[in-house]
């Protein structure tokens, strides 16, 4: 069975770190490229940053860039977000999800490229 489960989402004050893990069964990580996404409560979801099979191509958002860091580790099957200095409007739900390799890049990163999602992990900044 194909899978993909996120966890290390949580409550955080503002200027504190996560770090969320995106571990995949039932199919290999390494074929894919590895994107994340997030959605806040009345808005679109938002393409967060994404990884390409070898992670020699990391894209960042640039409400993200300078403050998040992708990796992968193919032989845990599993790859992770660290997310620091983080700000209120950081929160949102979370969601990896993988999509051929191409797509990923600053210029084409697009949810509907992707095919198979986590279920999300719920990440909140407040103090």
């Known amino acids: 069975q194909v899978q993909l489960v996120e966890s290390g989402g949580g409550l955080v004050q503002p200027g504190g770190e996560l770090r969320l893990s995106c571990a995949a069964s039932?199919?290999?990580?390494?074929?894919?490229?590895i994107g994340w996404f997030r959605q806040a409560p009345g808005k679109e979801r938002e393409g967060v940053s994404c990884?390409?099979?070898?992670?020699?191509?990391?894209y960042y958002s640039n409400s993200v860039k300078g403050r998040f860091t992708l990796s992968r580790d193919n032989a845990k099957n599993t790859a992770y977000l660290q997310m620091n200095s983080l700000q209120p409007e950081d929160t949102a739900v979370y969601s990896c999800?993988?999509?051929?390799?191409?797509?990923?890049?600053?210029?084409?990163?697009?949810?509907?490229?992707?095919?198979?999602w986590g279920q999300g992990t719920q990440v909140t900044v407040s103090s």
């Open positions: 039932g199919f290999s990580l390494g074929y894919y490229a």
């Open positions: 999800a993988v999509a051929r390799p191409e797509y990923c890049s600053s210029s084409n990163f697009h949810p509907d490229e992707y095919d198979y």
């Open positions: 990884i390409r099979t070898g992670g020699g191509v990391t």
